[in-house]
Each structure stands twice: as C-alpha cells, then as structure tokens.
C-alpha cells in the first residue's frame, strides 16, 4: 500500500466522493480512507435527493462537474417536481434513490477513477508540523502522508447513537465510530461541538396496507438532475410513495412515553443540538400540541430491497415504543419494523474557524465537508466536498482558491454562512437564505459555474460544449421572441389550440409575461419543435424575470461596494474607534476578508460597519 | 462596549438660553474623577443620588451651589460612566463650568456626542437616536413635544408592527416553498389581503410623518393677494421685523421671501409673494409664476385683500382655483378696516366656501392678534385622526420604499407574477425595515417559519 498521496480524503459519504473525485479530475494522487468501502455514498437517513435549494445544490455541483445529478439520474425510482407554479426560480425536483442502486453507482464512479485509491481503515490522528499538515494515522497504525487532507466525517466523530435508554458508540447503525481524531482535532486548536440528527424507522413493505392511503405520484415529464444525463426514458419503471397521519394513538403512545425518550426524560443523555427544521415526533408533539395531525410519508427505497422509509417520524423511543407508534398509524397497524429509528450525536468543528475555501485558518493543508462543519443533508455535504476537494488540489498547485460568492450560487450562501456566521443546529439549505433567490435557479446553475470550473479543469469539454450549445439556443431563441410579433394568423390560432384570447400586436416575448402563455404552446402554434425541458425553462425564465433580475443585480453591485473593501489581514479591531465589543470579539474570530462579510456577521451592527469603514480609510 | 472612547466629554446638555437650571454633562471612563476636581465633596459617591454640594474653580472662588449626580456604567444615558451637574442656568455659568471640567482632563463634546455614545454602546437604536437629534433641534415647542413621543419609540413602534405583520405573511409563504410537500398552498388572495392591510399601515406612517414634518420644520404658509394688498405688512408682522420692502407702489415685492415664524409654539415656514395679476412686467411676471408654485406646496394659504375698495375681477379668478385646490387650509383677511371696508363679506364666505375671515387694519396692528388664534385654530384643527410622527428624511425615505414595494408586489399579484418575485418585494422590505432601525438580523424569517410552523418530514 502506498503511503504517500496529494490528497487523503477522510470519509467516503457524499462529501468525501464528491471531493475525491474533484481531486481525481484535477490529476491529483487522491486516497479515501474510509471505515466501510463498500459503503460510499451510501443513504442512511431518507432515500431522496433534491428539493427545494438542495436540488439546486445538486445543480450547481452538476455545473462544476460534480457526481450527484448523474448518479441520482441514473439510479432514481421515483421523480417529481415541487413548487410548480410559485415560479421558476423555486421549482425544484425531487427523486427517490433506489438506495443500493444509489450507493453501488458512486462506488463505482469511485473505482473508475485510476488515480483514486480506497483505504479500508479509520483514521485517528493528524499529522500536523508546525501548523501544516502532513498526513493522517490509521486505527491500524499506518502512516498515511499527503500535501493536503480533506476530512468528511459525517457523524462518526465520537459517534453515539440513541434508541430509548439504550446508548451504542456509532457512526451509523451498525457503524463503528472514530474516535481519536476529535481529540487530534482539539490538540491543533479547534473548537469542537455537538449536534443531533435522527432518523425513521424502516418497514416491511408486504406489511403495509396501502390501500386506504394518499397516492403520492411520479412525474411523467422527462425530469432529471444533470445536464449530462440523457433525457430519461419516460418507460422506465417507477414507484409511488404514500402518505398516512398521525392519530390521537400516536399521540398517546408518543406523550405517555417521553420517560423513555432520551430527549425529554430530563437525564440530559443527549447534550447535542437537534435540527428545527426536521424534528422528531417526540418534538413535534411537545412543541406544536395545538396541531393535531402531521403528515407521515412512506417512501420506497429501491426495487430489490422490501424497505419502506417512514418519514416523518424521526423518533429515538425505545423499540417498543416505536412499534406502537408505528402501528397507531393507518395503513401501518400490522407494520412490522425492519429497523428502528434512532438519534446520532456527534461532535462537529465549529465552522467560524474555517476560511471561505473551507480550510482550517492557520493550519496549511487542512480542509473539512460535510456534517462535521456543522451541516445536515447529502446534497449540502456534496456541496461541500466539491468545494473543499477542489481547493486541496488548488492549494497544492499554489493557486487561489475558488470561492463562490453569494450572488452566484447556494454553495457560496452555504459557505458564507457557516464561516461568517457559524451555526448551533445541524444546517440545511432553504431558499429563503438565499438573498439573491431569484439568480440561483435550477436552470442558470451552468451559467453561474460552468465557464470558472471549465476553466479550472473540473469540466469536462463534453460538458463545455453542451453548455455553449445551450447559451447559444437561449441567446437566439429570446433575440426571436423579442423581435417577432404576434399576427392575426397566430392569435387565432392561440385562442383556438388554448383558449388564450389575445389580440395581435405584442412581440412573443411579451406574450410570455402572461399567466396563461408559455413558451411549447407559442412554439407549437409555429409548428416548431419543443426544446428540451430545461433549455426551455432556461429561456422562460430570462424573458420573465427580466426586471426582477436586473432589480438583484443592482443590489449585487450595491453589495460590491462592500464587498471591494479589502480589510487587511493585519487589523486590529480593538483599535476600531466606535466599534462595539461584541463587534470586535466577532470580527476578529471571523476575520472577513472584506467590509461584505463583515456585515453579515451576527453581532455585527451596520454601525460597526460604519466604523469599520472610517477606520480602514483611515489607517490602511 | 468597547472601551475606544477613552476620553471624558463634557458639555452643556440643556439649550443655551436663560432657563432656570442647566445641566453640565460628563461621560466617559473619567468622569467622576474629573467631576471631583470641580466639585466640592467628600469622598464617596452613591450612584444616582442627588448631592448637594458647591463647585469651585482652580483657585477656591465659589462659582456655584448645584446638585451633582453619579450614575456608573452601564444605567446612564450614554451607557458609560456620567456626572450630571445640575447648576443655575443663563449663559455664563453653565459654561464656566464646562471650562473647569476641560481643565481637568475633559475633553469638550462635540454636538450629538452624547447620543451618538448612547447608540454606539447599544442605549438606543437607530430611530431613537434621530429622535434625539430631532429634538435638539426642533424648532417649536410642539415640535418638541413630538420629537419626545418619539423617543418614547413610536416611530419604532410603528415600524416594528409593519415588520411584525410582513415576516408573518413571508414565513407562511417560505415555509410553502422549503417544504413544498408538506403544504396545502395557500391562495395568493391570502398574500393580497394581508399585504393590503399592510399597505395601509405605511401609509398611514406616511400621513402621522408628514403632519410631523410640519410640526417640526413648519407649516408651508402662503401669503397671496392682490398687489399693494398688504401681504408684506403682514409678514413683516408676523416675523416682528422690517425685512420685506413695504412701499406704496402696487407690485413691490418681486422675488419672494421665506422666514421661519414661530407661534407660541406653532411653527410656520411663511413665504411672502408677488401679488398676483396679470402683468406686462416680465420681471414681476417670474415672480407671479413662482407664487403658482409656492402654492402647490403650501398647506396653510392667507389671502390678503384690500378690503376697502373692489377687489380685482382677476384675483377673484385667481381665488376660484386656489379654494378648489386639495387639502389646503385657507384663511382670509380683509385688509384696510381702518381705511372703511367695503368688500361684501358674505359674497364671499359664500362664492368661495371660506370660513375663516377677519377684518383688520394691518398697518396699524389691529386685529393681529386674532389673525394669529385663527392661524393656530387652522392648523391644529381636525387632525384629531392623524397624529403627528416624527420623521426625518432618511426615514422617510425608507417609510415611502416600503410602500413603494408594496404596490409593486400588489401591481404585480394581480398580473399573475409568481410567488417567488413577489416575495422579493417583501424581503426588500424587511431590509430596509432593518436598516431603519440599524438592526442586521437575517434570520428573521427562518426563524418565523421554525417558529410558527411544525416543519420537517
């Protein structure tokens, strides 16, 4: 076995392949040590991909060449869209993994990659000499030496999991967890916390009675992540998902256990921060009594295997308990429980230590993804390997790293977020961070990417072409729509295929900003061919965002202003006259590069940014 | 609160003039010690209890007798450590004092320093603040008065409803978005009906500010009429001095005047104008034309006549579309009663719908006092429904971009634009909700959908 590598990535889940194979791209000698190779990339909490801002994660890895979009293409079992007509720049997609399928399709993209060895081992300690990192030590006591280490966790850092009073060291049911590398990781000077996730239990499919339940459908369109991916074949085979609710039953079985739960029985067993945004049943219970009813979702998880995932109920009650939960649920009250639920803690870095490539300040070489910053979610954690790989390999080049900005992409609100801003509960992704929301759609996420990845040799050229074969259809198609009009020809015929009733006179494009007008039914009323979907939406949305766009990029600029205010390195903000203490103690833990991020720092007031400026103008 | 301010400021915190009492302020790190060399009194401060004690200056000359009060760090208006000398007042002493405190160490505050440290250790929030520079400088007493209600918060108040009401309505619809299959969606009607309401609490922000604006920076009053009327009579004696040309010459004053004019306490911005004709004289021609604009703008209009002979077939013109004109409050005089009148009253309370009338003799004073309680009964009359906010232009602007915003969102609802862009409206608004009150809180609506709504599959 080698000892020496470019590249050693930590963990092999979504974060870690994802980084490994940006490396791989790069030319770059990568190593994965990983606890079970045979598990990379493998779904241990839902089995989807995709939603609202995480579909457009996944879109924007696809635009730098990522992994996500094609292997979840290639392995779905069922594909919708959400927020269809609440508009275009928050319509996303959603699919459900066959999760094996999921699971086996990464480890293979893994093997195609010559350049990418697969390390079964943990690793325990850092090499680190004089703040630069060298390496990492095995479990097994190997010496494993790189220029660059990029660590993806997930939750295995001193892992412990949950089910009832009974408390299990793990990463993942059935994991071992690694410990020693958070001690290693507190030993070079960093801040550890600790957070909670959880998830549902599985059930028996033949167990389930679907027939009284809510038939959640696939989509029919052709959808898909990737540009890359051929346009799926609509006969391809997929599965429902269903919906059932939760009952008074469920309710009592919930409220009259919470002595067991090892959330609310008051031992304090967990310490860790859960996420608000996914609670457990035990949480949503106690903390929304006036609501009824929740909604509780069966999803399958592939074809060959008989699991079906019961969302909604992430709960970390003993078995039993589970089972009544389970069954108080319609449809479920024969259900039989092929694995319980259970709460994960684990320590994470918190992620104000980290700089706007990802790396860790101060130490050369060290990079994190994933859970470990603090994250919840395979598509943020991909987000983030490609990122951080990306920059490891960077860094060894002696270049720059790439970060992307707020206004051009969810992975730069992602990323700026948790270095300016840190976060005390696992974070996950939602449109509504997103300041520039109506930018960062699903279908400009190349424009956006592509032209810098392509430049930074993480794009294929295959994938650079179709990029330009797309820009330049968008350009033509709208430079048509503007300059043709609608005749009386093509009125009538609107009115007579649609019912759209419109006089003759506005340009095409015009047209289009009416709610009951899109761009097939003005294309087939000219007996052309329709586009592909999301070249379609690509240019739909350029025609009727056209004043809200230009509206967020004032405001890009507005921000520029402040985000050109280079602060140098060498500040001392206690020496800022008028700034307040909680500012300078913020600002100089964070050390933005510049007045922008400054501002989005909590803590930091707009007055303190007044300060801030007078002070550099001043002194620098 | 970041120690920076180093320095000890002092300074007069009461206006200059000749009230009773004045207060000499200190703040900052020294100010006790620095008080304790002007301050004639044995060691031992009790914070925030009044001592009675004598201030003496370098050479032991008794200066003054004054109550001195301690109040430490973090419980006093500038969050730093004060001393508040409360001494006689009149111009010299308060300020010898002052003198003593910057021999001792001081340093002497710039104007608004005080507030300006309330603000930077966290005592006031942005609105506030400029309540307080409002009313350092208000101009009437009344303006005062509103200045203070605002410090109270009202303006806060206020805004923090509109920002209360807009999260609301944006976290319903955010929450739809991130958890697009957990929701039923909601009709956008709820959106409108909610975004309506709001539209209107701005607006009514919109007209408590705009009536506070005149309260503070004057009423817009126009004096009109027809030449050699006597309207620069009457502004000379409103402002109490010979400042326009009065002569007997008909079409004397070409160019007009403005002057702040305060009464008891009721501000007027008073601008005197050309007499209004028809003219060959293509100077005093510019002059009419900028009197048309004047009264545009005005909100109080008197109209000066000579009451003594036949008023002019044109000015009567003239009058017919100044009482059509909007949301004007009008006053009449009929001018030259000592001169015998006689302009038939009654015609025109009648052909011009005037209430307000009053016969006087400017020239020689009579009637003025009358003519100013009409002006007062005028103004503060039936504004019973809008009370006055005091506003200043930056936040105006801002008020008047929340509207703005929500007009479009509502232009753009109805027009079928999706939810996503309407959205935007009302997160625009909520940063410039934040930027009026200085805060920098992004969560907000995050933390209203977690908050509000059981999330999470």
Known sequence: ?620 | MNNSFADTIAAVATPPGSGGVAIVRLSGPDSLRTAEEVVRKSPGWIPRRMYFCKISDGEDNVIDEALTVYMPAPHSYTGEDVVEIHCHGGLAVPNIIVDLCVAAGARLAHPGEFTYRAFMSGKMDLAEVEAVLALIQARSKDGAALAAACLGGSLSAHIKSVKDKILDVAARYEAEIDYGDEFVSSDMSVMRDNCEAVLEEVEGIISMASRGRTLTEGIETVLIGPPNAGKSTLWNLLIGEDRALVTPYPGTTRDMLAEYVNLDGLCLHVTDTAGLRDTDDFVESLGIAKTKGSLDRAELIIIVIDGSCDIPEDFLTVLDSVVKMPDKRLLLLLNKQDCGLTADEEMLRRRFSLDAICRCSLKLGQGTAEIKQKIRDICLKDNVNTKPLNVNQRQRQIIVKLRDNLTSLLRDLDSGVTCDCLLYYLHDCIRWIDELTGENVSDDILDRVFSKFCLGK
């Open chain 1, 1 to 620: 076995m080698p000892h020496k590598f470019d590249v050693i990535i930590v963990g092999g889940g979504h974060a870690g392949t994802e980084a490994a194979l940006t490396c791989h791209r790069l030319g770059c000698r990568t190593a994965i040590v990983t606890t079970s190779p045979f598990r990379m990339g493998v779904m241990p909490c839902n089995p989807s991909i995709g939603g609202p801002a995480k579909s457009h994660l996944v879109r924007e890895i696809d635009a730098m060449g990522g992994e996500m979009g094609k292997a979840i293409d290639d392995t779905f079992i069922h594909i919708r869209r959400l927020n269809t007509g609440k508009g275009l720049a928050v319509q996303s997609i959603r699919a459900q993994a066959d999760r094996p399928k999921y699971n086996e399709r990464i480890c293979q993209a893994v093997s195609a990659a010559e350049n990418v060895d697969v390390i079964q081992d943990t690793a325990v300690s850092l090499i680190c000499e004089d703040k630069v990192i060298k390496g990492v030590i095995t479990q097994s006591g190997h010496k494993i030496y790189a220029g660059a280490v990029v660590i993806c966790s997930g939750t295995f850092l001193s892992g412990v999991l949950h089910l009832g009073k009974l408390t299990l060291p793990g990463g993942r049911s059935g994991e071992a967890p690694a410990f020693g590398l958070s001690q290693s990781l507190k030993d070079i000077g960093l801040t550890l916390g600790r957070l909670k996730t959880g998830t549902c239990p599985r059930l028996h499919r033949d167990s389930v009675d679907f027939s009284g339940l809510d038939v959640l459908s696939y989509c029919r369109e052709p959808l898909k992540f990737s540009d890359m991916s051929k346009d799926p074949d609509m006969s391809r085979p997929q599965l429902d998902c269903y919906i059932t609710r939760t009952t008074e039953k469920t309710r009592q079985a919930v409220m009259n256990n919470l002595d067991k739960s090892p959330l609310y029985d008051g031992s304090g067993i967990i310490t860790g921060v859960g996420p608000r945004y996914c609670p457990s049943l035990e949480d949503k219970f106690v903390r929304f009594p006036e609501r009824e009813v929740h909604l509780v979702f069966l999803e399958p998880e592939g074809f060959d295997i008989d699991e079906i995932y019961l969302q909604g109920v992430s709960t970390s009650m003993p078995l039993e308990v589970q089972i009544d939960m389970v069954r108080s649920l319609p449809g479920l009250e024969k259900a039989e429980i092929i694995r319980p639920g259970y709460a994960v803690e684990y320590d994470y870095v918190l992620p104000t230590q980290l700089d706007f490539s990802l790396a860790v300040r101060d130490i050369k070489g060290l990079y994190l993804a994933g859970q470990i910053n603090g994250t919840s979610g395979y598509e943020e954690a991909a987000a983030q390997g490609l990122i951080a790989g990306l920059n490891a390999a960077r860094f060894l080049d002696g270049r720059e790293p790439f970060i992307v900005r707020r206004d051009q992409g969810y992975i730069g609100v992602l990323i700026d977020d948790l270095v300016c801003r840190g976060t005390s509960e696992p974070y996950r992704m939602h449109t509504s961070r997103a300041e520039y929301r109506l930018l960062l759609r699903e279908d400009n996420a190349d424009d956006r990417l592509t032209p810098q990845a392509y430049e930074m040799g993480i794009v294929s050229t295959e994938q650079w072409q179709k990029y330009l074969t797309f820009k330049e259809a968008a350009a033509s198609e709208i430079d048509r729509l503007q300059s043709r009009h609608l005749n009386k020809d093509m009125a009538e015929k609107l009115n007579r295929m649609y019912g759209v009733s419109v006089s003759p006179g506005p340009s095409l494009a015009e047209l289009l900003h009416r709610p009951d007008v899109n761009l097939s039914m003005l294309r087939n009323c000219e007996n052309l061919p329709a586009f592909e979907l999301r070249l379609g939406e690509k240019i739909e949305s350029l025609i009727l965002y056209d004043g809200y766009i230009e509206r967020q990029e004032r405001e890009v600029k507005r921000m520029s202003e402040l985000e050109n205010v280079v602060i140098n390195e060498t500040i001392s903000y206690k020496d800022v006259i008028g700034m307040s203490g909680e500012a300078v103690e913020k600002l100089g833990r964070v050390r933005p590069h510049n007045a922008a991020q400054a501002s989005r720092i909590p803590g930091v007031s707009p007055s303190d940014i007044r300060a801030l400026m007078i002070h550099l103008r001043k002194n620098f």
